[in-house]
């Protein structure tokens, strides 16, 4: 780390001197109006951003893309027990070029049209739920499903609602898990009333995330002409069912009357066309140099998401300020450093994995690392999933950034680990990384300060106020994290490729076979295990002999850096082809959380043992690479 921003992590802390932190102020005026993607506010929140930026010294950029996008022009929903009277009716309806106004609950990508009929439960509209109604001798099919919330993403829960043939999907959070049964409700507390709920997308990010209409290319910049999906083709990938959140107002009879043996029936109608819009990624720039450390964050919010992901937003700008500041201070960075701000990501990560796509030869040849900040303080205490191969880059910088709690940020994290050792998590999906990691095998850090909770995801509620009463009511975290990040990012501006250990990438895709208890994982022979587990042994081996004899370091640490680029399929993954990084995926069925070698699961022996050997000559090939040469390429 280099002296100045080494004096940065090490100066008093901000929150003790100052009645109102910057980052306090940032996020009151960014979180002041709604910023839905495509809409005004979007574009509102985007320059203000980009004006931020450039104050602190950034060379910016507005990078516009023209995406199909699709908003709930009205929404009617209605379910009881008896005669039309003594039903519960709701009715919402907007505008997406009206300058002002809270998007109502909706899933963003449902299909329009109109359905009634009977409602069952479902529980959490999982594989197994299904099963079991099966086994019941029930079935979903023309019903209209209720299910809550948790377990996979609620694109999942669509998906199989639509698989197994209901006629709609109705989605609800639990009053034990977020609601009035975890305490006072919003205003008075921080959890979620029974009238608002949790919007959100359930486009099939597990398949292929980004803009639908241009699955795998660049969407284009408005103005320009770029093919787009048939028709046929994309009413075929996008959800054919219709679906919608409610609260607890609306769920809470209809599983009390279900739970008494009584038929519920419900109608629902949604208009909700899909329009080509425009968004815009705020792109900025610091140093020179072709190589560059990315860090991004999404922008734009279901409405005002202080937290989701304002948070993230206002902690890149105080690493920016803080970077800035030490620029003009004297500080040049070897390498460069941009920030991005995307749009649309909560549609289905639209504005990182377009851009990525239209900037994908340039990323592969020149960018260090991609680090990620979402919905990213709620608290202190520091939470990270990543690449392996990053760690051992990380242990100073964390090392140097005390807490509030007068540790280092090594101290706290790894304190959470107990007897194991400190390790990443594998991400898996659900934020910008994804095109990065999956589609161009790049190292990823998802970074994250958590310690308070409350019921505000993606709700209208999820505001200035909320974060300053409830989430990060001292804003040490926000400060906290700001902090952290400018001290990464100027590491990785001074150290380049170099901050990427592939000798710890090689190791921790070795244990890829085993599950936490040193037992193989179910879908693997212990020999395949085993045998796994020893070619990355022996290609860490190569690459400390390749370190031993190399004669050009930064050369070196280039071919260190491709790691995981060189076990890409560039076929994909099977269904799948987007997704290029065979070592692990985010699962289909759970659209978040990471599976580790999905290419083995769920085949028969003879076609598993095939890809085992498959994924094996991969590894070996690349271990032939670094034996054939020193470095110097």
Known sequence: MHACLLLLALSPWPCAQEAAPPSRLLSRDLSETPRLAGTEGSMRGAKWVAAVLAEAGWDVELDTRQVLLTYPRSIEFAAGTGSSESWERRHHSYDPDQPEGDVPLYSAWSASGHVEGEVIDLGRGLRDDYERLHQSGGRAAGKIVLASYGGAYRGVKAELAQEHGARALLLYSPAEEDGSERGEVWPKGPWKPDWDGQRGSISSIAQVPGDPSTPGWPSPHPGEKVARLPAEELDAFLPRILCTPIGTRDAGPIRDALARGESVRAELTIDAPRTLRTIVNVIARLGSGPDYVLAGNHRDAWVRGAHDAGSGSVALLRAAQHLGAEVRGGWKPPHGIALAFWDAEEFGLIGSTEWAEANAD????????????????????????????????????????????????????????????????????????????????????????????????????????????????????????????????????????????????????????????????????????????????????????????????????????????????????????????????????TGYAAQALPTLRGTQAKEQAAEFERLVSKVQALQKRWGAGDGRR
């Open 362 to 589: 340039e990323l592969t040849r020149n960018a260090i690392a991609y680090v990620n900040a979402d919905a990213c303080v709620s608290g202190t205490q520091l939470r990270m999933s990543g690449t392996p191969g990053l760690l051992a880059g990380l242990r100073p910088v964390l090392e140097a950034v005390p807490t509030p709690q007068g540790n280092s940020l090594w101290e706290q994290w790894t304190g959470s680990f107990g007897e194991q050792s400190p390790r990443l998590g594998l991400p898996g999906s659900g934020s910008d990384f994804t095109v990065f990691l999956h589609h161009l095998g790049l190292p990823v850090l998802d970074v994250s300060f958590g310690g308070n909770s409350g019921g505000q995801y993606h709700t209208s509620f999820d505001d200035f106020e909320f974060m300053d009463r409830f989430l990060d009511p001292t804003w040490e975290g926000h400060e906290l994290a700001g902090r952290f990040l400018a001290a990464l990012l100027s590491e990785y501006a001074e150290k380049g490729h170099r901050a990427f250990d592939a000798r710890e990438a090689a190791r921790g895709m070795g244990q890829l076979a085993f599950e936490r208890d040193g037992q193989p994982r179910d879908f693997l022979e212990e020999e395949q295990a085993e045998a796994w587990k020893q070619v990355f042994g022996e290609l860490e081996q190569a690459i400390e002999l390749a370190r031993e004899t190399s004669v050009e370091e930064d050369a070196r640490a280039r071919l260190e850096h491709g790691f995981y680029r060189e076990l890409l399929d560039p076929q994909g993954l099977p269904k799948r082809p987007w997704y290029r990084n065979v070592l692990w995926a985010p699962g289909l069925e």
